[in-house]
């Protein structure tokens, strides 16, 4: 009976760490854009399989910017997310709350590994969203 404590405990200990510093170490490094999507305010989607630039997050801090530009209905459409600030996770809601010269824009998670991240941030004002995907270097 004790040993089955003992196992018990001991199980408990393991799965029960911190949930939200795990997912912050993943969130840390330098990455790389691969894709960045755009779906405009009629539903049509726009691909930039080529974006420029690089994000860092070191301690809660993210910095750098990425630039997309994507051949439109209209012409040329771009766009730039550009991060200086601290960068705060929520698990529950998947979210990423990303600062950058004392504006914050939340994001949706899709995806974070030890490899991948992918979110998607939506702008009310244009009713357009933007998703993107980023392989860590």
């Not at 305010?41 to 930039?48: L, R």
């Not at 997310?81 to 960068?87: E, N, T």
């Not at 991240?117 to 004002?125: I, M, P, S």
Request: proline share 3%; net charge positive.
């Amino acid at each position: 009976m004790i040993r089955k404590v003992f196992w018990f405990l001991f199980l408990l200990v393991c799965f029960a760490c911190n949930k939200q510093k795990r997912w912050e170490r993943r969130l840390e490094g330098s990455w790389l854009p691969t894709l960045v999507w755009y779906q405009n305010a009629d539903g049509f989607t726009f691909y930039d399989s080529l974006p420029s630039g690089q994000i860092t997050i070191d301690k809660g801090l993210a910095l750098g910017q990425v630039v997309s530009d994507f051949s439109a209905f209209q012409g040329n459409v771009s766009d730039t997310l550009g991060l200086d600030g601290p960068v705060y996770l929520r698990i529950p809601e998947s979210e990423v709350i990303w600062t950058a010269n004392n504006d914050s824009t939340v994001s949706r998670l899709f995806a974070l590994t030890n490899q991948d991240l992918v979110f998607e941030r939506y702008h009310a004002q244009s009713n357009n969203r933007f998703r993107y995907i980023f392989k860590k270097f």
